[in-house]
C-alpha cells in the first residue's frame, strides 16, 4: 500500500518540484495549501489568493488533489502575537522560525495525521537522517539556500514524519527540474520578506499594532543629535533610514542600543566602532532538536542571522536554564529577539532566542534594551 504524504504548498517553484519528486517516488500525495493571514483587511496586497492558485493548478498539472487549509486562528495566536510582543519589548523577533515551529511543524502536522497521513514534506532546503534511532536536522545540499537556521526549533515527533525531497539538490536544479516538467511556477519568483506583510512598508504596517513615539537619539560618544520616530522602527546593526546623515565624520552612522525606559536610541559612527561588537550572549527557551540537551559546556558553531558564516562559540547553561554563548571572537551586531542557532558541523543542534548582548567594551553597558 502507498505512503501518504501531505505536502505544504506554498504556490512557488520549490514546493512543486517538492510534488513532482514525491509522485515520482511513487507517494500517494495531497496538497495543502496554508491560509495563515487575513489579507482582506490590507487592502488586497498579500499575494496568498494568487499563490494558492498557483499551487492548484501545479497539483492539476501533475495529477495530485490541492486544498486549502485555514490557519488564520493558529497564526494570530501563536506566530503573530509573539511578533507584536517581541517588539514592544524592544527587540526583533524572527517569525519565520516561529512559524515553522508553530504552524508548519505543529498544527500543519497535527491536522495532516488526523488525516491519516504517514508523512508530511517540505520545499524547505534542509535534510532529515536517523541516526542510532535518533532523527537529525542537517543543512541543506546548496549552501547559499540552506533553510536549517529557520528549522532549528522543531522537535523529534516532527523530524521523524517529515520529508524535504529538495534538501539534497542545489537550486539551480530545482529550477532545471520545474523547467523540464513545464510546470507553471518554473520562473515564477522566489518570495522574500515576511508573508503578513508582503510589499508593504515595514514601519507602517508596525504602526497599526503598535503604538511609537518619537524620542532623543543618543551618539554613544557624545550627546543628543537627532530625533527617532518611535523605537520599534529600528533594530541593532541598522544602518539606513536612522535620519542623521551629514552628522559628524561623515562615516555611516548605526543603531547600537535602546532604551525602553528613556525612550532613547543610541547610535555609534564608523562600521567599527566597538559599540557595535560584543563577546557573548544570554538565549532563553532553548530548543534541542533532539529533545535533550547536550553535554554543557561544549564547543561548536552558530549563526545569529540568516545567511551569516559559522560562528566558532562556546555554550554553556545559566542558573535559570538560559543558554551563555561565548564567541571565540568579538561578533557584529548581535540582534536581541533573533535565533541563536547551534551546530555540530552539518548537524543542527537547536537554537534559543537571544535575550542579551555582552559588550565588547563594558563602557557601552547601559546601551543594552532595559
Known amino acids: 500500500m502507498k505512503k501518504k504524504v501531505i505536502l505544504g504548498m506554498s504556490g512557488g517553484v520549490d514546493s512543486s518540484v517538492s510534488a513532482v519528486l514525491l509522485k515520482e517516488a511513487g507517494y500517494d500525495l495531497i496538497g495543502l495549501f496554508m491560509k495563515n493571514w487575513d489579507e482582506k483587511d490590507e487592502n488586497g496586497v498579500c499575494t496568498s489568493a494568487e499563490d494558492a492558485e498557483d499551487a ?5 498539472e501533475l495529477g495530485f488533489p490541492c486544498y486549502t487549509i485555514n ?5 494570530w495566536e501563536r506566530v503573530f502575537s509573539y511578533f507584536l510582543s517581541e517588539y514592544k519589548k524592544g527587540r526583533t523577533p524572527n517569525p519565520d522560525v516561529m512559524c515553522n515551529q508553530e504552524i508548519k511543524f505543529n498544527a500543519f502536522l497535527d491536522y495532516a495525521l488526523k488525516l491519516d497521513a ?13 541516526r542510532n534511532g535518533e532523527f537529525v536536522l542537517l543543512r541543506g545540499k546548496d549552501q547559499s539556500k540552506d533553510q536549517s537556521y529557520f528549522l532549528s526549533r522543531i ?7 517529515t520529508l524535504f525531497p529538495i534538501g539534497h539538490l542545489e537550486k539551480k536544479r530545482v529550477r532545471e527540474i520545474a523547467e523540464e516538467y513545464k510546470l507553471y511556477t518554473a520562473k515564477k519568483k522566489d518570495s522574500t520578506g515576511i508573508c503578513f506583510i508582503g510589499e508593504r512598508d515595514f514601519d507602517e504596517f508596525l504602526d497599526k499594532y503598535l503604538l511609537s513615539e ?4 543618543i551618539d554613544v560618544d557624545g550627546g543628543r543629535i537627532g530625533r527617532h520616530s518611535g523605537l520599534i522602527h529600528y533594530t541593532l546593526g541598522q544602518r539606513k533610514g536612522i535620519g542623521i546623515g551629514g552628522v559628524g565624520t561623515g562615516e555611516p552612522w548605526f543603531v547600537v542600543g535602546k532604551s525602553l525606559k528613556n525612550n532613547q536610541l543610541f547610535v555609534a559612527q564608523g562600521e567599527n566602532h566597538p559599540a557595535l561588537f560584543s563577546v557573548s550572549l ?6 534541542w532538536i533532539s529533545g535533550r540537551a547536550p553535554e554543557l559546556p561544549m564547543k561548536c558553531t552558530a549563526k545569529f542571522r540568516y545567511r551569516q558564516a559559522d560562528i566558532p562559540v562556546t555554550v554553556s547553561e545559566l542558573e ?6 561565548q564567541f571565540d571572537n568579538p561578533v557584529k551586531a548581535v540582534t536581541p529577539g533573533q535565533a541563536a542557532v547551534l551546530y555540530n558541523g552539518e548537524v543542527c ?11 565588547l567594551n563594558k563602557v557601552y553597558s547601559q546601551i543594552n534594551i532595559d
Open 56 to 60: 492548484k493548478r501545479v497539483a492539476a
Open 71 to 75: 490557519f488564520e486562528k493558529e497564526y
Open 118 to 130: 504517514d508523512f508530511i514534506a517540505m520545499g524547505h532546503y534542509a535534510q532529515v537522517e536517523e
Open 155 to 161: 522537535t523529534q515527533k516532527a523530524l521523524s514524519k
Open 214 to 217: 518619537e524620542g532623543d537619539i
Open 282 to 287: 544570554q538565549g532563553e527557551d532553548p530548543v
Open 320 to 325: 535559570d536554564g538560559a543558554l551563555n554563548i
Open 349 to 359: 543542534l537547536g537554537s534559543s532566542i537571544i535575550r542579551s548582548v555582552e559588550p
